[in-house]
């Protein structure tokens, strides 16, 4: 099929998101794209046309996911890939954010990608092909950093779900990718992305730290380039064997050896209590 396939994007007005729907349309890709708000779209993507269809869509309103979806069969006549970008980022200790704070960022960040996967899943297995690729973080996979609790919580969460529902669909031949980038030079650390605490706990002093970096310092030098990461995701969309677990970025490929590794160590220091439970 080639670039003859239908893309469908969540989060696609900004970031990631944005950059890999570009490099899709000018390849020649179909490509239906969602965010919260259709202008935004059109603003940097145009209008609706033969190869690009902009969409509203709320991701926890189940309703809105489903006519998104109806709407890109309806104009595509189907869907071939799928790719669950859209989420925000939470940057607090886990004592100082509220329930609410926390179940919201679980609602867009898993429970909304999980509308997504429930509504597009019919048209993939009818199909007997497709890809889905869930935005994770190296967060969802190396979780030590003071004040990403929630949100890396979210994120193991896509990568647990993923490698199960890899299990799920691979009897009617379609692919799932869990996609771990670093740090990439988005807006993701800005306001419009990041969320922090209702009310921050002083007592918290790494937790302080580590916002103060990430938006002084590290927001607009992350080392990653986005066009690239859009068009690794193409590069393995057209593959017969495409992976299960793709690590995006130099710091996410080698903290995911880091971590590799320190749990190598530590099965080896206590096999004999991992092992000796048995009857």
Request: contains cysteine.
């Given at each position: ?10 989060g696609?007005s900004?970031g990631?998101?944005?950059?890999l729907?570009k ?6 890709y179909?490509?239906a ?28 309103d ?7 979806i ?34 919201k ?20 297995r ?35 779900l ?14 799932a ?10 807006d ?9 605490p ?15 970096a ?15 990461l859009?068009?690794?995701l ?5 593959d ?15 903290m ?6 320190s749990?190598?160590?530590?099965l ?12």
């Amino acid at each position: 099929m080639g670039n003859n396939k239908v893309w469908f994007i969540t989060g696609a007005s900004k970031g990631i998101g944005l950059e890999l729907a570009k490099k899709l349309l000018a390849q020649g890709y179909r490509v239906a794209a969602t965010s919260r708000n259709e202008a935004s779209l059109i603003a940097v993507l145009g209008n609706s046309s033969e190869n690009f269809l902009p969409l509203e869509m709320d991701l926890v309103d189940e309703k809105s996911v489903k006519n998104a979806i109806d709407k890109t069969v309806g104009h595509f006549k189907t869907i071939d890939v799928l790719v669950n970008n859209a989420g925000y980022g939470l940057l607090g200790a886990l004592e100082e954010l509220t329930d609410a704070e926390s179940r919201k960022n679980f609602e867009v960040n898993v429970f909304g990608l999980l509308n997504v996967i429930r509504n597009t899943m019919p048209i993939l297995r009818a199909n007997k092909s497709g890809h889905i690729f869930n935005i994770s973080s190296v967060g969802g996979y190396f979780g030590e950093f003071p004040g990403w609790g929630i949100y890396c919580s979210t994120k193991f969460a896509v990568a647990g779900l993923t490698e199960s529902l890899a299990a799920e669909i691979k009897p009617f031949g379609v692919h799932a990718t869990i996609v771990y980038p670093g740090y990439f030079r988005t807006d993701f650390l800005k306001d419009s992305s990041l969320l922090l605490p209702e009310n921050p706990n002083e007592a918290y002093k790494e937790v302080r730290q580590s916002e103060s970096a990430h938006k002084d310092q590290i927001s607009e030098n992350q080392p990653g380039d986005p066009v690239k990461l859009a068009e690794a995701l193409i590069k393995v969309s057209e593959d017969q064997n495409p992976p299960l677990h793709l690590f995006l970025g130099e710091d996410a490929f080698n903290m995911a050896n880091q971590k590799i590794a320190s749990v190598q160590s530590e099965l080896g220091k206590w096999k004999e209590v991992s092992v000796g439970t048995n009857f």
